[in-house]
Structures are given as C-alpha cells and as structure tokens.
C-alpha cells in the first residue's frame, strides 16, 4: 500500500498503489483533503493500485463531489486495472471512473 501526494503549483497529482483498504483510509482521506486544500485540479492515479475497499472508494466519491462542489477539477488520471475496475461493478461504481475520465 501507497499512497503518494505530488504538488507543484499548476497541479495535486494522488498516486495509489498497491491494496487500498480501511487501514489505509486516514492517510488516504487526509491526503485528499491536503490536495483539495491547495485550490488546484486533483488528479488520482489508480493505474497501480491492486484492490480498493468500499472505503477507499467512498472517500475518492467524496473527494470528487468536494471538489466539485468548490470548481476544483477532480479526475482519474488512469483507469484502474481490471480487478479494482471489476470490485468497483460489483457495488453499482464503475459509473465514478467512467464519469471522472469523461470531465
């Protein structure tokens, strides 16, 4: 498990890693808070990431509808590979990476 936040002054870029899961959720919600603090677009990477729990994808949800609602750009920077892709079907949830890579 890693959870990585990259800021520069243009962008917050989240790269998670590995399995993301309810021991992982305070450091995950406190470094998307930390990104959408910074008032800049928030991209998250879950290209590397092998498994999200309900958790882990209710605080990304949470994330984009924060963002949204302050106009912050929020997207999935890369689609998930097929097993978080197919956990994430599993709990009606795949509309969340499909709507985030259409912004």
């Known amino acids: 498990m890693s959870i990585t ?3 520069s002054e243009s962008a917050s870029v989240l790269q998670l890693e590995g399995v993301i899961d309810i021991s ?3 450091e995950l919600k ?3 808070l930390k990104a959408l603090e ?4 928030v991209s998250v990477s879950l290209g590397s990431a092998t ?3 309900v958790t882990a994808v209710q605080l990304l949800w949470a994330a984009e509808r ?6 912050v750009s929020y997207s999935i920077a890369e689609a998930p590979p097929e097993p978080v892709l ?5 709990v009606g949830l795949q509309q969340f990476i499909i709507a985030a890579n259409a912004e």
């Open 5 to 7: 936040l990259e800021q």
């Open 24 to 26: 992982s959720a305070g």
């Open 30 to 32: 406190g470094q998307l």
């Open 38 to 41: 910074a008032g800049q677009p």
């Open 51 to 53: 498994e999200l729990d």
């Open 66 to 71: 924060k963002a949204r609602g302050a106009g």
């Open 86 to 90: 197919a956990a994430l079907s599993e």
